[in-house]
């Protein structure tokens, strides 16, 4: 049995540890160092150095868990345990020079997120939770909104940027969601809108076209501040990022009417 808490602190380390080299190399960063993996898909050789950092440390921390990475550096598997890592969530804002991007660590035990980080570099915030164990902002447990409508919400989401096959039901569920909140944000990182749900600055979250390391750290981290995450059919089980909608307890039967209705019919 490994200890969580303990599992927690050392990660928080690791990712603040990575989060300087991330911020060193921002400066003065050329975008033409930048290739692509797929349409308005962008890599670089930031997110492929903080992978490996990650990796390296992670390893060390625990040598019988596997990896799922974003930039392949390793296959390892692992018999019970699987670190899921996205090096550095945002990286479109990251190579425009947005300061809004987040290295995003969840340790899976088999299906489950058991452990989950999300570090938002610039704003040097450390999104934590462990399961049964609370979430927490810098040391400070966090929890949902309290708003008790989705009249009362601000929601956020993530544009279609290579698969525009639900475009025309998400502009609708969109122009809804202008009309009927408080308001819609979109600040380019999963990882960060989930972990704003988490402590209470956004009440809803809902996009599709993701992967898992964009979402398994933010899962555990909203639903150990007591929130609610599913697909948009209502599943809250083995979810992989092709569907996600992330919300407060008050708020999730009616948002999850609102999408079903947009995006499923």
Same mark, same amino acid.
């Given at each position: 049995?490994?200890?969580?808490?303990?599992?927690?602190?050392?990660?928080?380390?690791?990712?603040?540890?990575?989060?300087?080299?991330?911020?060193?190399? &921002?400066?003065?960063?050329?975008?033409?160092?930048?290739?692509? =993996?797929?349409?308005?898909?962008?890599?670089?050789?930031?997110?492929?150095?903080?992978?490996?950092?990650?990796?390296?440390? #992670?390893?060390?921390? #625990?040598?019988?868990?596997?990896?799922?990475?974003?930039?392949?550096? $390793?296959?390892?598997?692992?018999?019970?345990?699987?670190?899921? %890592?996205?090096?550095?969530?945002?990286?479109?804002?990251?190579?425009?020079?947005? $300061?809004?991007?987040? %290295?995003?660590?969840?340790?899976?035990?088999?299906?489950?997120?058991? &452990?989950?980080?999300?570090?938002?570099?610039?704003?040097?915030?450390?999104? !934590?939770?462990?399961?049964?164990?609370?979430?927490?902002?810098?040391?400070?447990?966090?929890?949902?909104?309290?708003?008790?409508?989705?009249?009362?919400?601000?929601? &956020? !989401?993530?544009?279609?940027? $290579?698969?525009?096959?639900?475009?025309?039901?998400?502009?609708?569920?969109?122009?809804?969601?202008? =009309?009927?909140?408080?308001?819609?944000?979109?600040? /380019?990182?999963?990882?960060?809108?989930? $972990?704003?749900?988490?402590?209470?600055?956004?009440?809803?979250?809902?996009?599709?076209?993701?992967?898992?390391?964009?979402?398994?750290? /933010?899962?555990?981290?909203?639903?150990?501040?007591?929130?609610?995450?599913?697909?948009?059919?209502?599943?809250?089980?083995?979810?992989?990022?092709?569907?996600?909608? &992330?919300?407060?307890?008050?708020?999730?039967?009616?948002?999850? =009417?609102?999408?079903?209705?947009?995006?499923?019919?």
């Amino acid at each position: 049995m490994i200890d969580l808490k303990n599992i927690c602190k050392e990660v928080e380390k690791i990712a603040r540890e990575t989060g300087m080299f991330i911020r060193k190399e &921002a400066e003065g960063f050329d975008i033409s160092r930048t290739e692509k =993996k797929g349409l308005n898909d962008f890599v670089s050789y930031v997110d492929k150095g903080s992978e490996k950092i990650l990796v390296e440390k #992670l390893n060390r921390l #625990l040598p019988e868990a596997g990896f799922k990475t974003e930039e392949g550096t $390793s296959t390892k598997k692992g018999l019970k345990y699987c670190w899921v %890592i996205d090096p550095l969530d945002g990286t479109t804002n990251f190579i425009h020079g947005l $300061s809004l991007y987040a %290295i995003s660590i969840a340790l899976m035990e088999e299906d489950e997120a058991v &452990a989950g980080v999300v570090y938002e570099v610039n704003g040097n915030e450390m999104f !934590t939770a462990c399961k049964n164990g609370g979430a927490w902002l810098n040391g400070h447990q966090i929890h949902v909104s309290k708003a008790p409508r989705l009249s009362d919400s601000l929601v &956020a !989401t993530g544009f279609p940027y $290579s698969d525009f096959s639900h475009l025309d039901s998400y502009m609708k569920c969109l122009t809804h969601f202008c =009309k009927n909140t408080h308001g819609i944000r979109r600040l /380019g990182s999963a990882a960060i809108d989930l $972990s704003y749900v988490a402590c209470g600055r956004f009440e809803a979250f809902y996009e599709y076209g993701l992967h898992p390391w964009d979402i398994a750290a /933010g899962i555990l981290i909203v639903r150990e501040a007591g929130g609610r995450v599913s697909d948009f059919s209502g599943n809250e089980d083995n979810l992989n990022g092709d569907e996600i909608l &992330a919300s407060t307890e008050l708020v999730f039967p009616e948002i999850l =009417k609102t999408v079903t209705a947009f995006m499923k019919n």
